[in-house]
């Protein structure tokens, strides 16, 4: 069973930068796409970002591109989220997860969420 515990969130003011760490454990973590999802008050959890198993290939919600940065780093079983010119809009409790694609998007793998990260972008 993998377990993953998501850590880096805080406050910051707007145009701020966070990093974001999602550690994985439980099996082979380099296997899979790995993404980062959020999820803001009285909203559904959204697709953020997601990395390909190699590292080698990305993609990005449109809110999100050209500020955001995923990596990974499969020997430390880490996915990372480098977030720069932060928005209020930002704001929510970030999450990391196995991720599949479909239907032009990318979805969750895991049933399982960790306990996320709360970023808060004040105005």
């Known amino acids: 069973q993998v377990q993953l515990v998501e850590s880096g969130g805080g406050l910051v003011q707007t145009g701020g930068s966070l990093r974001l760490s999602c550690a994985a454990s439980?099996?082979?973590?380099?296997?899979?796409?790995m993404g980062w999802f959020r999820q803001a008050p009285g909203e559904e959890r959204e697709f953020v970002a997601v990395i390909s198993w190699s590292g080698g290939s990305t993609y990005y919600a449109d809110s999100v591109k050209g500020r955001f940065t995923i990596s990974r780093d499969n020997a430390k079983h880490m996915v990372y989220l480098q977030m720069n010119s932060l928005k209020p809009e930002d704001t929510a409790v970030y999450y990391c997860n196995e991720a599949i694609t479909g239907n032009n998007s990318w979805y969750p793998r895991l049933a399982s969420w960790g306990q996320g990260t709360q970023v808060t972008v004040s105005s």
């Open positions: 439980g099996r082979t973590f380099s296997s899979y796409a």
